[in-house]
Structure formats: C-alpha cells, structure tokens
C-alpha cells in the first residue's frame, strides 16, 4: 500500500496563505518558525546592517538631510516591514532614487531651515505611505503599470546621473549651490574646478577604487582561496564599512578637517529616534502631493520588482497588494520616528537574499542592530568625511544605469527605446517630476499611436490543412470570391477609422470578392466606437455586393456583439468557429480533403521575405 508524504517545509516553501496571514504575514513564518532558520537570518540581519549604515547616512545627506535621519528611517520601518511584508528577502530603507526626489520635493519649500526641512520630509513620508496604504486596501497597485519598463529605464538612468553628479561637490570639496536646471549645476562645477580640495578629492578616489575592488574583485579572489560562498558575497559587500572606518580614523588622526579643511559629517545625536510629529497643513499637503504620489508609484515599482525577482528563485510569492500596505505602514512608521520616506533597495535585498535571509526576523535583525548603532556608535561617526558618503553614493548608483536594457530595448521595439530616450532627457532637463510625467505620457501616446494602425494581414490556406497564415509570410491557398482579413489589435476608438479604410481598400483591391471574413483571433476587445464602425462597414460592404462573416471571435466578445443585437444584423450564419469552419461553410473547402501538417513543416513552408 503506497503512503503519501507530505515534502518538508523549508525556506522556499510557502503555504497558502489565510486571510489573516494575508493581512499579516508574521503570523505564518513567525508561529511556524523553524531553528534551521535562524542562522541565515541573523547572518543578512548583520551584514544588511554592515551595508545599511553607512548607505543610510549617505542617502539622507543625498535627500538634504541630517545623517541620523537616515539612521532613524532604518529602524521601526524595517520592523514594520519584517512584519507586514510578503517578501522574506525585501530589505527595506532609504534608496538614492527616493533620497533624490525627497531633495527635488523639499527644497523648493523650504528657506534653508533644517528643523523645517526635516519637518516637511516628515509630512512627505506621511503622505507617501497614506496613499500607498490606500492603494494597497483598494487593491489598485496596477496603476503603476503605467510607468512602464522602458520609462523606467530611461528616469532611472537619468536620475543616476543626477544623484551622481550631486555627489561631485563632496569629492571635489566645494559647495555647488542649488539651481533650477541640471545644465547649470554642471557649468558651475566646470566653472570653479579651481576650487578643488585635493585632500577631498583623494579621499573620495580613494573611497570609490576600494569600493570598485570590492565590488567586482573580492568575492573571486575569496572564492579562489577557499572561501564558502556564504562568506564571500557577504565580506565583498563590507567595502563601504571598510572605508567609513579608514576615513574616520584619517581624518580624526591626521586632523584633516581642522588643517585641510576636510568637510566632515561632525556631531551625530546618539539615542533612539524621537517621536516626531507631521504638519497638518493642508496648503503643504497640497503642494506636496504631486512628489508623494512620485514617490508611491517609483518606490513601490522598485520594491516589487526586486522582491519578485528574488522570490521566483526560491518558488515563494509576492503579494503585490500586500508590498503596498507594508510598504505603506513602513512610511508611516518612519513619520512618527525621525524618518523620512523609505522603499526596498535593489543591492541590500540581494545581499539579503544572499546571506541566507528566510524570513521577516532578518529585517527586523537588522533594525534592532540600526537601533544599537545610534545608541551607542554614533560618536565614532563625528570625523566621517563627507567625501566617503559621496564615494558610497556614486559606487551605488553606477548599477542604475543600465546599458543592457537600452541596447535591448532599442534593438527589440524602437517605440518603446523613443519612449526611454524622451524620459531620460526630459528628466535631465525638465527635473524629476516633470521628466517622470512626461515620460509616462510619452509611453501611453506611443501606445496609442501604435494600436491606431494595427497590422492587418490578409490569410490564405497552408495545403490541406486547417491552418492559415499570412498571405506575405507563406505559400498559401486563396480563393478571389473570398477574402480573410485577421486584424491583430482590440478594436477601440482610436483604430476605428483606420481599419475601415483599410478593410473597404482591401475589398478595393479585390473585385472579384463576394465574402469578407474578419478573423479575431487577436481582438480581445470592441468598444462602442468600433461597434458603430463595424455595422457602417456591414452596411458599406452589403451595398457592395459583400458579405461580412465573422471567424474565431473571442467568447466575451461575441457575447457583446450578441447582447446588442450585431450578429443578428448579419446573421447567425455568418458567425463560424473557426477560419476553415466559415469556408467549409461557404464551399470553398472540403471538409475531408485534409492532411495536417507534420511538426515543424509550417517553418519550411514560410519562404517568402517579409517585412512586418
């Protein structure tokens, strides 16, 4: 008698989750929590924190900000986080994309007053995790879907280039200051390239050739010598604590600051987080909500994207819905706790997943570890030069330019590539929040204009077979009563007329046509607008002496066209299952004169050039 097992639950195997294990994950990894997980967990809980610390302080300096704050928004979000989230390996806090925007936001708001500024980045992740909190209960994360892939690209890039460049001031050790347009941040620096602080400037080399070195050198060079692959990803992702502590030894050392005039971060307050409050001022929550809802959709397409991707590998799932909530709790608990907006970080998640992260302990791990750190270590941190920051800044946003996906993009659909270019220069030239929307406007009339002229294709009969194919593309069998037109689109307002025009030139073109046959095998789709425009075409072909017959039109569609009546228009006859159904049925072909084709023959018959 066979037994049936039931296979071990391991780190990679989720159950099906209930409705309070939706809402609140913790209650399924936490109560069944296994020993052979903790090891991993504390492992990324550390090194996540290795990475964190230095990046948290760089990426809130990047968003104008004091670098404790960067500290505090990596502590209770990412309890929240490890709490709420789906994702076992997301590691959640301050990114340089959402440090930038936060800048890009609040600047403009604020006279140069710190204790304002900090107070607007709080309203700012108050609102960013309200609406993300929102989206996620009212279940509409699909609105993000149009920011498309290639838009993405193309803002990501550019903002890299932004982020970058705003760090070039720190290495070169003179103040740039603030100016309407990337263009002229770059002349001023190219101006007054004189005032260069060689001492900055090594130390910033110095900072981004380690961090090179580590990066793309060390885990080959451990591996060489020996090392587990558990280690050797972990030591090579130490290179930015490596140089925290050389600058700060350097510089407190040789007093670099006092004699060279080395731009340090000075004094960070040690102690846990404030309980800090939002501005309830509906003026500013206006005038803050177009950067809010930037921050929402980017930030969230940027943890999803990550969190998915690591989860595939490990066969576990993400629930979209759910990533907006936590992400949204995490906000908002960095609102109340000295933060400022935060999302899951592309290159900490993957050393998250790397170390061995199983569950949500891991980043709750690390939190407790931020916490410790701004008790007790944040003294040592007074003589960090501003140049290393910088150094860990432009190391990490070299990776968000992404050559390969251009070069992808423009060879696989030149639309989509114009779609990316017009983001990337509007972005750099227009700044972020106008660049972004213009860059999703630009894809959505792209898109439009691409469906405004599907590809129509006129199809014929491969030998004996039921299969039909394009006319163009292979050696095929048509007869010149009837005519076979599949159109490769949905059928809504803005392709109407073309495909009226087309189907009456096409009807033109044949004189000898007495049946029109409309395949449907790509239509998932007729609105009201093609509904009028397929009765006119009905009636302009029936005044020509031409029958409209409709084959293979999708189930839900052809329940529409049934609800108002079309097919009776035309006829019940004049609707076939299939292409060689409707010329069984006009007695163009015979139902037993067939032979399939064998596996692989209809390439050989595909001799025609063809150009789409």
Not at 49 to 60: D, F
Not at 228 to 256: D, F, H, M, N, Q
Request: charged content about 15%; glycine content about 10%.
């Amino acid at each position: 008698m066979a037994v049936m097992t039931t296979p071990e639950r391991g780190p990679g195997v989720r159950r099906n989750p209930t409705g309070t294990q939706r809402y609140l994950p913790f209650t399924d990894w936490l109560i069944h929590y296994r020993r052979e997980d903790l090891p991993g967990d504390l492992v990324a809980g550390l090194i996540v924190t290795i990475m964190l610390v230095p990046q948290g302080m760089a990426y809130a300096l990047l968003a104008g900000l004091p670098p404790q704050v960067g500290l505090y928004a990596s502590i209770l979000p990412l309890f929240i986080y490890g709490l709420l989230g789906s994702s076992r390996a997301l590691a959640v806090g301050p990114v340089a994309i959402v440090s930038l925007l936060v800048f890009e936001g609040v600047t403009s708001l604020t006279g140069g007053d710190v204790a304002a500024y900090v107070q607007i980045a709080l309203t700012l992740a108050l609102l960013v995790g309200l609406i993300q909190v929102a989206m996620g209960l009212l279940r509409i994360g699909f609105l993000v879907n149009f920011l498309s892939h290639p838009v993405l690209v193309g803002f990501t890039a550019a903002a890299a280039i932004i982020i970058g460049f705003s760090q070039v001031k720190h290495v070169l050790g003179y103040s740039v200051p603030r100016m309407e347009h990337f263009y002229q941040q770059v002349l001023y620096t190219v101006q007054h390239i004189g005032g260069t602080n060689w001492v900055a400037l090594a130390m910033g080399v110095g900072g981004i050739l380690i961090l090179l070195f580590f990066k793309y050198r060390v885990a080959d060079l451990l591996r060489r010598l020996g090392a587990p692959e558990r280690l050797a990803i972990p030591l090579s992702k130490s290179g930015p604590l490596l140089i925290v502590v050389l600058g700060v030894a350097l510089t407190g050392w040789l007093g670099l600051d006092q004699r060279f005039g080395l731009a340090i971060v000075g004094e960070v307050p040690a102690g846990l987080p404030p309980l800090t409050m939002p501005s309830i001022d509906m003026n500013l929550w206006a005038a803050l909500l177009p950067i809010a809802l930037t921050i929402s959709f980017v930030g969230y397409m940027e943890s999803v994207s990550v969190a998915k991707s690591l989860a595939s590998k490990r066969r576990q799932k993400v629930d979209a819905d759910q990533e907006l909530l936590a992400l949204g709790a995490a906000n908002l608990g960095a609102t109340f706790t000295g933060g400022y907006p935060v999302t899951g970080g592309f290159s900490r998640s993957v050393v998250n997943f790397s170390a061995g992260a199983n569950t949500g302990l891991a980043s709750i791990i690390t939190g407790g570890l931020i916490a410790l750190t701004v008790l007790f270590l944040t003294p040592l941190f007074y003589y960090l030069p501003k140049a290393v920051l910088a150094a860990i800044i432009l190391v990490a946003v070299v990776n968000l330019i992404d050559v390969k996906a251009f070069k992808l993009i423009w060879t696989y659909n030149k639309a989509d590539a114009a779609a990316l270019i017009i983001t990337f220069l509007a972005v750099l030239v227009m700044g972020i929040e106008k660049g972004i929307l213009i860059g999703a406007g630009s894809a959505i009339a792209l898109f439009v204009w691409r469906t405004s002229k599907p590809h129509m294709a006129v199809v014929g009969r491969i030998g004996k077979s039921d299969k039909y194919r394009n006319v163009l593309r292979y050696d095929v069998q048509t007869w010149p009563e009837v005519l076979t037109i599949r159109v490769d689109e949905s059928l809504y307002f803005a392709n109407t007329k073309y495909l009226e025009d087309k189907v009456l030139c096409m009807v033109a073109d044949h004189p000898d046509v007495r049946h029109l046959v409309l395949l449907g095998t790509a239509i998932n789709f007729i609105d009201a607008s093609a509904l009028e425009t397929l009765e006119s075409l009905h009636e302009e072909l029936q005044s020509a002496g031409v029958e409209l017959h409709l084959a293979a039109i999708k189930g839900p569609v052809l329940d529409r066209l049934r609800k108002v009546g079309f097919v009776d228009k035309i006829g019940e006859g004049h609707v076939h299952f299939s292409n060689h159904d409707a010329l069984i049925s006009l007695g163009f072909v015979d139902p037993n004169d067939r032979s399939d084709i064998r596996p692989g023959e209809a390439a050989r018959l595909a001799q025609k050039p063809y150009s789409a």
